[in-house]
């Protein structure tokens, strides 16, 4: 499954705004409600929230990718969101984080999992990458961005 079919309009949001890690993680999970209806935003917290207790999802560079597992869910989703503010995420490289892609996949779906994180990571680790989703104007530019990387990779791999 490529990135940006994880995402709807509706689960990308260009200036979200919260204070901590644990509120991100809260407005994350009530955009990954948006267009699933199999997906409740207490259990996609939960699941995101006891994952991030294991260890930060902050990767560096201003990136976190939290992620989880949810029972009931039929298939992968995404959002992704551009902080108003960054706020401390306790990255690995201590820095503090702006970008967030946030994953939900089924209990069972381990293989897919771990493809989408790699994609995820290929995506992130380029400065590049981050600069032009930093600086697009709206969601629309965040969506046809990711799909024109996700093109490339396809060609890539």
Do not use: W
């Not at 990136?63 to 989880?68: D, E, F, I, N, R």
């Not at 992968?76 to 401390?88: K, V």
């Not at 996949?105 to 990458?129: I, Y």
Request: aromatic fraction near 6%; charge should be negative.
């Amino acid at each position: 499954m490529q990135l940006h079919q994880l995402l709807t309009e509706h689960r990308i949001d260009c200036a979200i705004s919260a204070g901590s890690k644990k509120r991100l993680l809260e407005k994350l999970s009530e955009l990954l409600q948006h267009d699933a209806p199999d997906v409740d935003s207490t259990a996609a917290f939960q699941s995101l929230f006891d994952r991030e207790r294991l260890g930060s999802t902050g990767v560096g560079n201003g990136v976190a990718l939290p992620h989880g597992r949810m029972t009931g869910l039929t298939k992968a989703i995404g959002a992704f969101a551009i902080l108003d503010e960054p706020i401390d995420y306790e990255a690995v490289d201590n820095q503090p984080v702006k970008l967030v892609f946030a994953l939900l996949v089924p209990e069972e779906a381990t293989e897919e999992h771990l493809q989408l994180l790699a994609t995820l990571a290929k995506l992130f680790s380029d400065e590049k990458n981050r600069e032009h989703l930093l600086n697009a104007k709206n969601c629309d530019d965040v969506y046809n961005f990711l799909r024109t990387f996700d093109s490339g990779y396809q060609q890539a791999s």
